[in-house]
């Protein structure tokens, strides 16, 4: 039952996070507080979404680095795409 309740709770945090993320952009912030806000929010729901649905936080530490280096390699190679186009 703790776990129910854990995953209500996570649930309802992502949801608020996406109502909040919707409401930035109407704040009319300029477009750099607002770009970092919405990907502040997104990063803090990715960890939630990987580290309890995926069940990351009750994995051993060597795959949580594994993949870490995964999503590192994914921003770098993403990062040097968008460089090349400009």
Known sequence: ???LRLYVAIYVV????ATMQVFVEGLGLS???GFWAV?????VKALL????????RFEPRS???LMLVGLTAAVVLTAAAA????
């Open 14 to 17: 992502l949801f608020a996070f």
């Open 31 to 33: 477009y750099w507080t």
């Open 63 to 65: 795959l949580s680095y």
């Open 39 to 43: 990907i502040g929010l997104s990063a």
């Open 83 to 86: 460089y090349s186009i400009s």
């Open 49 to 56: 979404v990987a580290g309890y649905y995926q069940h990351l």
């Open 1 to 3: 039952m703790s776990r």
